[in-house]
């Protein structure tokens, strides 16, 4: 990640500190506790002018946002559409099996190309691990991660953490940020970005994570991250205040990692019944696309109240107006930092 210069900012910054000292957002893993605090609470504007009836600014007028999706999406690259246009960019999006990759093209071409046709920033999705930070190498703009195989799900994780922070508010228990908060994230985190994201996210502000999953579908040495692991449900669920699900990563698997999706409900679903383990008004969470009756029963991901899952989606649209602000100030000569 590439750091710029910039004129101290305010609020939660250090005095003489850029407040935002980043030119691209290839992971949380590259952000610092304060950085997470400053991406949400610059999403705030964005969360109140998205629930207005007229929801366009043209702070980005004139920029050209590339959203460039090598894999399959449909809210990430929706809500990227949706962000840029509500700043009032030109967005473009490509899409991997309309471009040339199709014909051979190495992803440093495509890199190459979308450089050349002056982007102002650069939203990528590839398959790859590390991608986004390779194409970051080989650009002039700021790049944004929008999912890079099993690596970082940077925005993912910042709307997860702005959802909650926003849910627990609205319960009067909020505070800055999720300290002694207990969190289970159940499902494939071998391979999940998001798993991987949240964990980085939600441990930086303060929340006891637990992470839960078949043992092979458990990365090695994942304690090393800060969370608890556990194999059995029931136990992870114990007093859990909020239980994220994730779906299993198919199409990132060779070979059977789970035995049947019947018997994996069975062990790793989340049922009424189950729920029912965890801390009384657990909240409910999932960043879609889910698999009803596998990872989550409908009775749970539609419980009003409780589930949070379409509140992720709308904060996703706020998380991305931020980042896209903050990540192309430089361009539009934005001098200083307003914290
Ligand atoms: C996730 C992704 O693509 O990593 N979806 C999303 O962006 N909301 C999760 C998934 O595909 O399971």
Redesign the pocket.
């Known amino acids: 990640m590439t750091s710029h210069s910039a004129s101290a900012g305010s609020g939660r910054f250090p005095a003489g500190r850029a407040a935002f000292p980043h030119r691209d957002l290839t992971g949380i893993g590259h952000l610092q506790r304060h950085e997470i605090l400053y991406l949400l609470d610059q999403a705030e504007q964005w969360v109140a002018l998205n629930r207005q009836r007229s929801k366009h600014t043209d702070l980005l007028a004139g920029l050209t946002i590339i959203n460039a999706f090598f894999e399959n ?1 449909t ?2 690259l929706l809500s990227f559409e949706i962000a840029g246009k509500r700043l009032g960019a030109d967005v473009v999006n490509m899409h991997a099996a309309t471009s040339s990759v199709k014909k051979g093209e190495t992803l440093i071409d495509t890199a190459i190309t979308l450089n050349a046709m002056r982007a102002d920033a650069i939203v990528i999705r590839h398959g790859s691990s590390g991608a986004t930070g390779l194409i970051a190498d080989k650009v002039d703009c700021p790049v944004l991660n929008a ?1 890079d195989g099993s690596h970082e ?1 940077p925005t ?1 994780g910042l709307l997860d953490a702005l959802t909650l922070r926003h849910a627990l508010a609205e319960r009067g228990e909020g505070a800055e940020d999720f300290t002694g908060l207990k969190i289970v994230i159940c499902g494939d985190i071998l391979h ?3 798993a991987r994201s949240n964990i980085l996210c939600l441990t930086a502000m303060g929340a006891n994570v637990r992470v839960c999953a078949p043992p092979a579908l458990m990365p090695a040495g994942v304690e090393a991250m800060g969370v608890e692991v556990f194999h059995r449900f029931d136990d992870a669920l114990d007093g859990a205040e909020v239980v994220m699900m ?2 299993l ?1 198919s199409e990132r698997m060779s070979g059977q990692f789970v035995p049947s999706a019947r018997e994996y409900r069975h062990l790793y679903g989340l049922t009424a019944k189950r729920l029912a383990i965890a801390a009384p008004g657990a909240l409910v969470m999932h ?3 889910m698999n009803r009756g596998v990872e989550i029963d409908s009775e749970v991901a539609d419980l009003a109240g409780r589930s949070l899952i379409t509140r992720q989606v709308e904060m996703g649209v706020a998380i991305r107006m931020a980042c896209l602000d903050i990540l192309t100030r430089e361009a539009r000569g934005v001098e200083g930092w307003t914290a």
Do not use: E, N
């Open positions: 999406s809210r990430t999912g799900h993912q999940s970005r998001v994730l779906r990563q960043p879609g696309p």
